[in-house]
């Protein structure tokens, strides 16, 4: 019997579905917990939106904004990126500041792609590790002999003159590689090799600034990587120094449990899977665009916080209501905030739903951000940054017609804008269309 496989784009329709396909996407919808098996970039808390919806309108299912794999009651749902890999890697390679090389062969290889967007999610988390140099620690070691190495134990080496041994105890305090952090970080590297292919051309995933930390991960540890590691060390300790390789550690420990956020549904079915979300990974790709592009202001990025720093509402007792957390805040050298960004990864074409192209939330949301942010004397610019379309209303219509002011402050400016993302890029520098971005946004901020 043929193993269940539906094949989606993230937020897309699907085809049209049978009966029994149709009654077995209901029942995973209803089961699964895309935040049980989310590998996230960065920190923050996530969304829990379902993986697919069903548009009674167009009478279709539309999957959502995630990619990846669930596999579930004898069947599979794969969510593939709806723009390609090409443009997937050009965006995780602006976020971690490397260039991303794509690998030959059939990407639609079932699991092969996304195994390829794990490695790359690897490779991103363990540069950002090394930042600052290997995952050292400081191993004590005791040393007898004649002559003295370090610190001279003066008890134990008087005791050992006491009973005629002449030699001198000291200790050594000594800078070595953490086995087990070093470790399960080459077991996942084996384990990511094995799954896209070995050691040749399919290791073209991995920047030379991560080979560079795996070829010194084997020297100071050995060739061989112990892909049983994981369970030997099923609890680490972390030092100040290390702390930076908790977030590729624990991606490294899910790769080499080959199941990723592997939940378990309820009752005897069991849903396991790998979702990666791709409104994360457009917000943390425009983030870093406009901070590339805007030198001579600040850009922080805020969206993934979990900490209030604004309100909507003030109350009596200075009681506060309705926290504001946009995705990007803009603020100039004087730490005055005059732009606000928010990146969102959704389609602005037309339909039965939406009649405008821009959901009214999201209009209703930069309309709060732009209302309490900023000093209302002065001008504050707000900006929609959606994918690019060109049959969305973004590039055909609200745009060109930018900025748009809002009526009740005129000095309240939205700013609509579609990125491409550098689709057709060679991978190694800005395009036309982000020089669009970042020049519009620059003028805006310049003329307040």
């Avoid at 949301?365 to 209303?393: C, H, K, N, T, V």
Wanted: hydrophobic share 40%; with cysteine; proline share 4%.
């Amino acid at each position: 019997m043929t193993e269940r496989l539906i094949v989606a784009r993230d937020c897309s329709f699907l085809l049209p579905l049978g009966r029994d396909d149709d009654n077995w996407l209901r029942r995973l919808v209803a089961t699964v917990k895309p935040a049980e098996m989310l590998l996230p970039l960065g920190e923050g808390g996530q969304d829990d939106e379902p993986v697919a919806t069903f548009d009674s309108t167009a009478g279709l299912w539309r999957a959502g904004r995630y990619v990846g794999e669930i596999t579930f009651d004898g069947g599979t749902l794969r969510i593939e990126p709806r723009f390609g890999m090409s443009a997937l890697m050009r965006w995780l390679g602006t976020i971690w500041g490397v260039r991303l090389i794509e690998s030959k062969g059939s990407l639609r290889e079932q699991r092969f792609w996304l195994w390829l967007v794990i490695a790359y999610l690897w490779a991103g988390r363990l540069i950002a590790a090394a930042k600052h140099g290997l995952p050292y620690r400081r191993m004590e070691t005791i040393h007898k002999g004649q002559a003295l190495r370090g610190k001279l134990l003066s008890r134990e080496t008087a005791l050992a003159r006491a009973v005629g041994d002449d030699r001198i105890i000291s200790l050594t305090r000594t800078r070595v590689v953490d086995p087990a952090i070093g470790g399960i970080l080459l077991a996942a590297f084996d384990r990511l090799l094995e799954a896209l292919g070995g050691r040749g051309e399919r290791a073209a995933w991995l920047p030379d600034r991560g080979k560079a930390i795996v070829n010194d991960l084997y020297a100071a540890l050995g060739s061989h990587a112990d892909q049983d590691i994981a369970r030997k060390y099923s609890t680490l300790r972390y030092t100040p120094i290390t702390e930076g390789y908790r977030s590729a550690v624990d991606l490294s420990l899910s790769i080499l449990k080959q199941s990723p956020r592997t939940p378990a549904a309820g009752g005897e079915v069991k849903a396991y899977g790998i979702l990666v979300d791709m409104a994360e990974i457009w917000e943390l790709y425009v983030a870093k665009l406009l901070h590339i592009g805007l030198p001579a202001w600040r850009v922080v990025h805020t969206g993934r916080t979990t900490k209030h720093f604004r309100w909507l509402l003030r109350g009596d007792g200075d009681e506060t209501f309705g926290s504001l957390r946009p995705d990007i805040i803009i603020l100039n050298n004087r730490d005055q905030c005059v732009g606000i960004a928010d990146a969102k990864y959704k389609t602005t074409r037309i339909n039965a739903n939406n009649a405008t192209g821009v959901l009214r939330e999201d209009l209703y949301q930069i309309a709060a951000y732009l209302s309490g942010f900023g000093d209302f004397d002065r001008q504050l610019d707000g900006f929609l940054i959606y994918p690019d379309d060109p049959y969305g209303e973004v590039s055909r219509r609200l745009y060109p017609k930018s900025p748009w002011k809002m009526i009740s402050a005129s000095r309240r400016n939205l700013w609509f804008l579609a990125s491409d993302g550098g689709v057709e890029s060679d991978g190694t520098s800005i395009t036309e269309n982000e020089r669009m971005i970042i020049s519009t946004v620059q003028r805006a901020l310049m003329s307040a």
